[in-house]
């Protein structure tokens, strides 16, 4: 596997389907995907741009988003749809932002609204354009992890810097074919370490999961909020 991971129990939140959980990525080689090519481009972007806008932003709350650079996906990569002031920029991540053995990972329906802060934004918006370029030029996902990996192995990529994270707290994306989403979260961006360093997983532990990404030299560290971006609050699902 390429990305490790780990999460507590003790949230009851293994029925919730999500990215980056546990039942999805320990028996990621024993399911079938469900995608196992590319859809047509089109059935990946959204028609409305106007709406793509209002999606992205949605991932943080107002005070943030607002002045917050925005891209959208066109038919050639990622593009600025709006420039802010504050450093941070929102977007909506398709299904190949996701690990190699995720089964959604050609699944033309998820759409996750993240902004990323700027120190998050200077690492992460060069993977995910490189990431959508090499998609769009026809690379299958393995090839794309090794063009990936490849590019990191030769100092391609900006140095991931300390205090990088970002939101993901719209109401209105969804992860898979799954209705609704999932908990509002923050992610937090740090070089390769291992997830005991946090604490991630253990009990009582607000750091619910961790993955650790060997190919992009990069450890994520979940950590779910009460509220969504709207203020209103989170409920949790029935265990």
Not at 121 to 143: C, D, H, M, W, Y
Not at 157 to 171: D, N, T
């Amino acid at each position: 596997m390429r990305r490790k991971i780990c999460w507590t129990s003790s949230l009851g939140i293994i029925a919730l389907i999500f990215m980056f959980t546990v039942t999805r990525h320990a028996h990621a080689q024993e399911v079938k995907p469900s995608y196992a090519n590319m859809a047509p481009l089109e059935q990946y972007l959204m028609s409305d741009r106007s709406a793509e806008i209002a999606l992205a932003r949605s991932a943080a709350p107002e005070s943030i988003s607002k002045d917050a650079d925005v891209m959208v996906l066109g038919r050639h990569g990622y593009e600025t749809a709006a420039k802010g002031t504050n450093g941070f920029v929102c977007l909506v991540w398709r299904s190949w932002a996701g690990p190699i053995d995720d089964p959604d990972f050609w699944n033309p329906n998820p759409r996750s609204p993240v902004c990323l802060n700027p120190a998050a934004a200077r690492f992460n918006v060069p993977l995910t354009e490189k990431r959508t370029e090499l998609i769009l030029a026809g690379r299958s996902k393995e090839q794309m992890f090794t063009d990936i990996d490849a590019a990191f192995s030769k100092k391609q990529f900006p140095v991931l810097e300390s205090g990088a994270m970002c939101y993901m707290l719209s109401k209105q994306g969804h992860l898979n074919n799954q209705p609704g989403p999932w908990h509002p979260h923050l992610m937090f961006f740090v070089p390769l370490t291992e997830d005991k360093t946090w604490g991630a997983g253990s009990p009582g532990s607000p750091v619910v999961g961790a993955f650790v990404d060997t190919v992009e030299r990069h450890t994520v560290f979940l950590v779910p909020v009460a509220k969504w971006s709207d203020g209103t609050p989170d409920v949790p699902a029935p265990h």
